[in-house]
């Protein structure tokens, strides 16, 4: 494993990316993004990427004709690039069986609502049609579910009378661009203890 080195993987505008590698430059996480992956060419994350110098990959997910080829391909990269651990930020598919059982335990994903409350797509549209005064947003490990691995960090966000899809998704970022960095920074400390579905934080 290449100690504390990071693979992000994205599909679009990256700002989770951006606070990632912010907290990497500042020393507040101890590691370094090694790699961006992106399965959608033009994703803004590239940019962000690039501007940062780190290197990327573009795997345009239409140009494979089946799911377990794209899956083929991002494995043999992700074993290649042997990282201590994957964020999925922004990334818009699931990760399959083949390389959750090569990197078990060191997927990461953030989720804009309190798991297990509104999991998959539009979790803030999902919240606010539901009528919830509070939601937020979820770091957790990545299973095989949907959303439903080992819940890491979590924090919670007032829901405004007014609120649409667009404001309550701005405050909820906020948080995201904090818990974020957190749990990797707690990741790469080795301070995640899982114990059944549970996550202790060491002291
Ligand atoms: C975030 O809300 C994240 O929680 C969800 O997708 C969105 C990605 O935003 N998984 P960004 O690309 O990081 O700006």
Do not use: W
């Not at 990071?6 to 990497?24: E, K």
């Not at 060419?41 to 940019?47: K, S, T």
């Not at 309190?114 to 549209?125: I, M, R, S, T």
Request: charged share 20%; hydrophobic share 40%.
């Amino acid at each position: 494993m290449n100690e504390n080195t990071i693979v992000v993987l994205v599909s679009g505008r990256g700002t989770n990316l951006q606070a990632l590698i912010d907290a990497t430059q500042s020393g507040y996480i101890p590691g370094r993004i090694s790699l961006v992956i992106s399965d959608t060419p033009g994703a803004y994350a590239l940019v962000r990427a690039q501007k940062a110098s780190i290197p990327t990959v573009v795997l345009d997910y239409h140009s494979f004709s089946e799911k377990k080829e794209y899956e083929s391909k991002l494995l043999e990269i992700l074993e290649k690039e042997h990282p201590a651990v994957i964020c999925l930020a922004g990334y818009m598919r699931i990760i399959g069986k083949m390389i959750l059982t090569r990197f078990p335990q060191q997927i990461l994903n953030i989720h804009p609502s309190l798991l297990p409350a509104f999991p998959g797509l539009d979790a803030q549209k999902q919240a606010l049609e539901y009528g919830v005064k509070i939601s937020g947003c979820t770091v957790h490990f990545v299973n095989e579910g949907m959303d439903t691995g080992p819940i890491i960090l979590q924090a919670a966000v007032a829901v405004k009378d007014f609120d649409t899809v667009e404001t309550l998704s701005e405050s909820i970022l906020q948080y995201e661009h904090k818990i974020y960095p957190e749990a990797v920074k707690l990741f790469l400390e080795q301070k995640l203890q899982i114990i059944g579905r549970t996550v202790k934080i060491k002291e």
